[in-house]
């Protein structure tokens, strides 16, 4: 018989079914290796479950969610760029100083000068602090190598980062942007990025495809290559659209299903129904958003009102969003874009999980994963409330406690 480990006494947060949150008063749950066997009130836990029981815990009416999941970040690269938001401070624009060098071509500068110890070692540090706040699923994208060598050495630094208790899912962000020794050749860069993704893919390295369609990055045609190099492999894409104007890039990303389109501050009405027709997620980042102080915001409620699912992310990085919050981010999605804090929860689990192609994962339901986060809180509408304080008190992943 299969060991079954029991909690009870919990406000679940099940986000499925139809009551506001999924919300179940006085709710238990039991799992069976990394799954979820069962969830409901513990009157009605089947007998056979009952006999099987090796381990039971009381939750003291504690608040439990799905475990959180961060589906957009850039978490590998090496130094930082404090100094860049000091120049934007004095005046200079992000697309300034993009286009004078600094930027993501300065990341990658330091990311190429950085060992993988070295890039391993500083991405730790910043997966720990996500960690400590609930995440149990997250995304990291590369981008900061911009060669064949630099991009794998990112990649693997990533996929090592499983080792420190999280679910990591790897995306190749090869079309970041054009380094310096592909200057004036940006055809033969999305070429040579296009080339190198088999052997990445070969050597497990690669769960997704991304490109940074915008002026200041890739342009539509050059992004469709780069998606059909992907789909000749079988990889899903994603991509970041219409972040500083509008490219099309979600209409594109729509012919070639992708999982989600992020940013989206300048999305159209024609791109919000293409995103529709193809059940694409929307990844709202409100830090970058923040950090680098746009006044254009999402079109929320043209998203809401065609039932594209919104997820809601950190976009972890060093040029625009340099948060490690997942959490404040839960805040800043319903302070600056309104969403609220029942659909900013969704958009850190459910709709995030969706935005990875993740089935598995997201809500508390017999048959998913038993990833989930026990807060010492009275509500969820508490995780959008706060910001700078953590309230978690456990998290545990496949059913084994972290914390
Ligand atoms: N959009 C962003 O917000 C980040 N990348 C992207 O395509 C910024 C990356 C950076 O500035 O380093
Ligand atoms: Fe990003």
Same mark, same amino acid.
């Given at each position: 018989?299969r060991?079954t480990?029991?909690?009870?006494n919990a406000?679940?947060?099940?986000?499925?079914?139809?009551?506001?949150w999924?919300?179940l008063e006085q709710?238990?749950?039991?799992?069976?290796?990394?799954?979820?066997?069962?969830?409901?009130?513990?009157?009605?836990?089947?007998?056979d479950?009952?006999?099987?029981?090796?381990?039971?815990?009381?939750?003291?009416?504690?608040?439990?969610?799905p475990?959180?999941i961060?589906?957009?970040t850039?978490?590998v690269?090496?130094g930082?760029?404090?100094?860049?938001?000091?120049?934007?401070l004095?005046?200079?624009?992000?697309?300034e100083?993009?286009?004078a060098?600094?930027?993501?071509?300065?990341?990658?500068?330091?990311t190429?000068?950085?060992t993988?110890?070295?890039?391993?070692a500083?991405?730790?540090?910043?997966v720990?602090?996500?960690?400590?706040?609930?995440?149990?699923t997250?995304?990291v994208k590369?981008?900061y190598g911009?060669?064949?060598?630099?991009?794998?050495k990112?990649?693997?630094?990533?996929?090592?980062?499983?080792?420190?208790g999280?679910d990591v899912?790897t995306?190749?962000?090869?079309?970041?942007?054009?380094?310096?020794?592909f200057?004036?050749?940006?055809?033969?860069y999305?070429?040579?990025?296009?080339?190198?993704?088999?052997?990445?893919?070969r050597d497990?390295?690669?769960?997704?495809?991304?490109?940074?369609?915008?002026?200041?990055?890739?342009?539509p045609?050059?992004?469709?290559k780069?998606f059909?190099?992907?789909?000749?492999?079988?990889?899903p894409?994603?991509? $970041?659209a /219409?972040? %500083? @104007? =509008?490219q +099309?890039?979600t209409?594109? #990303? &729509?012919?070639?299903k992708?999982?989600?389109?992020d $940013?989206? /501050?300048? %999305? @159209? =009405?024609a +791109?919000?129904?293409?995103? #529709? &027709?193809?059940?694409m997620?929307?990844?709202?980042?409100p830090?970058?958003?923040?950090?680098?102080?746009?006044?254009?915001l999402?079109?929320?409620?043209?998203?809401?009102d065609a039932?594209?699912?919104i997820?809601?992310s950190?976009d972890h990085n060093?040029g625009?969003?340099?948060t490690?919050?997942l959490?404040?981010?839960?805040?800043?999605?319903c302070?600056?874009?309104?969403l609220?804090?029942?659909?900013?929860?969704?958009?850190v689990t459910?709709?995030?999980?969706?935005?990875?192609?993740?089935?598995?994962?997201?809500?508390?339901?017999?048959?998913q994963?038993?990833?989930?986060?026990?807060?010492?809180?009275?509500h969820?509408n508490?995780l959008?409330?706060?910001?700078?304080?953590n309230?978690l008190r456990?998290?545990?992943?496949?059913?084994?406690?972290r914390?």
């Open positions: 018989m060991r480990k029991l909690w009870r406000k679940l947060v099940t986000l499925a079914g139809d009551q506001p999924g919300m709710g238990a749950f039991a799992s069976q290796g990394e799954h979820l066997q069962w969830v409901g009130p513990l009157a009605e836990l089947p007998e479950l009952r006999a099987s029981v090796v381990s039971e815990v009381d939750l003291g009416g504690a608040v439990v969610t475990g959180l961060d589906c957009h850039h978490l690269y090496g930082q760029r404090a100094h860049e938001f000091e120049m934007r004095n005046g200079a624009s992000y697309e100083i993009a286009r060098g600094g930027g993501i071509r300065s990341t990658v500068a330091a190429r000068n950085a993988e110890h070295q890039l391993y500083q991405a730790a540090h910043r720990l602090k996500l960690l400590a706040e609930g995440v149990t997250l995304e590369s981008g911009l060669s064949q060598a630099a991009e794998t990112m990649l693997r630094v990533a996929r090592r980062l499983s080792g420190l999280v899912r995306t190749y962000l090869g079309a970041h942007a054009v380094p310096a020794e200057e004036g050749r940006q055809d033969e999305v070429q040579a990025v296009c080339d190198w993704l088999p052997a990445l893919r497990g390295l690669v769960d997704a495809v991304d490109a940074f369609c915008e002026g200041i990055g890739f342009s045609a050059q992004t469709r780069v059909e190099a992907a789909r000749a492999l079988g990889l894409v994603k991509l $970041h /219409e972040q %500083l @104007s =509008d +099309g890039g209409q594109l #990303a &729509a012919e070639f992708a999982l989600s389109c $940013h989206l /501050e300048y %999305l @159209s =009405d +791109g919000v129904q293409a995103m #529709a &027709a193809s059940g997620v929307a990844t709202l980042l830090g970058a958003y923040y950090f680098l102080r746009e006044t254009k999402p079109p929320v409620q043209a998203l809401r039932g594209v699912p997820a809601i950190t060093p625009t969003s340099p490690l919050s959490l404040l981010m839960l805040n800043m999605a302070t600056l874009f309104r609220t804090p029942e659909e900013a929860l969704r958009g459910i709709h995030a999980a969706k935005a990875l192609g993740l089935a598995d994962r997201g809500q508390l339901v017999a048959g994963r038993a990833d989930f986060c026990v807060w010492d809180i009275e969820p508490e959008s409330y706060y910001f700078g304080r309230p456990q998290v545990a992943r496949g059913g084994a406690e914390k």
